[in-house]
């Protein structure tokens, strides 16, 4: 069952004060997405992924094409069943992490000693010191907020979560947490469509990526589907002190000794032999993909 349809969704923007022209943000964009599966939104800056997510969110309204959450035209389905975390979240300063979210689940009209023991519940999920919990956010670093944030979209217990750029602000241990709690939801059979920019989270994370570029689909699929692999090369990756192998190889010194690019299977042995006569070590063979950013920048 298809979660999220996208059919022919379309955005144009006016700019300019007197002489207004208009700017496409979204072309004819289609695609879907699948119940339980961690789906990644790509794209440069510009690239229309925000104004899509807005959209979805009716925080604007397309110029043209439709779109479908969990069975229901977006101008339909109930945010009851919708967890959000918008690029930038800004929230009101004098609360305290512990009463903001207490406050999103009286919105969402849960009763009291509920509210109390879901926001505990979640700011313990999103890694934030108990310390903090009766801290003013305007007292937050950027990285928390994004805690706080990530807390807010959950609070209601959703069906499917849009997330824009969960891990800006966060420090290596945060994100891997962060990491860890979207690797969760899908685990309890929920739906995570994320934007970002940090492709190795991307990688880790996703079941399915799309590609946006200037509005328009550039590539979307599974992320093995999407990696090219480059005329089924090798590469071999050895730690000597020298090497002799054919010219026809590629030969590239590292700081962990010599990275050694093999034309086929079949050369491996050939690698191998030459590997031997300086008693070198062998630290691994692996194919020759085609990365996710490698993928992205082409």
Request: with cysteine; aromatic share 6%; hydrophobic share 40%.
């Amino acid at each position: 069952m298809s979660i999220v349809e996208i059919d022919q969704l379309t955005k144009d923007y006016e700019i300019g004060f007197w002489r207004k022209r208009k700017v496409r943000g979204l072309d004819a964009l289609s695609l879907a997405v699948e119940q339980g599966e961690i789906f990644g939104f790509l794209g440069a800056n510009g690239a229309g992924k925000t104004t899509t997510l807005k959209v979805l969110m009716r925080l604007t309204f397309p110029t043209s094409g439709k779109a479908r959450i969990l069975g229901e035209d977006i101008d339909k389905v109930s945010m009851h069943r919708i967890g959000y975390l918008p690029e930038n979240p800004y929230f009101y300063d004098y609360l305290t992490a512990r009463e903001f979210l207490e406050y999103c689940a009286e919105l969402f009209g849960q009763p009291k000693q509920a509210r109390k023991r879901n926001a505990e519940d979640l700011l313990s999920r999103v890694r934030l010191d108990e310390k903090r919990w009766d801290t003013q956010l305007r007292k937050f670093s950027k990285g928390m907020l994004q805690r706080v944030g990530l807390a807010q979209a959950l609070i209601n217990d959703p069906e499917i979560v849009f997330l824009d750029e969960p891990m800006s602000g966060l420090d290596p241990v945060g994100r891997r947490e962060v990491r860890d709690l979207i690797a969760s939801l899908r685990e309890s059979g929920k739906t995570v469509f994320m934007c970002s920019h940090i492709l190795s989270d991307i990688e880790v994370l996703c079941d399915r990526v799309a590609i946006l570029k200037k509005g328009k689909l550039a590539h979307m699929g599974r992320l093995n589907d999407l990696r090219q692999q480059q005329n089924q090369e090798n590469l071999v990756e050895i730690i000597v002190t020298q090497t002799d192998v054919p010219e026809t190889f590629v030969v590239t010194e590292t700081p962990g000794g010599v990275r050694i690019q093999a034309p086929g299977e079949s050369d491996v042995d050939v690698v191998l032999t030459a590997l031997r006569k300086v008693n070198g070590k062998l630290v691994s063979v692996q194919p020759l993909r085609q990365s996710l950013e490698e993928l992205f920048v082409d």
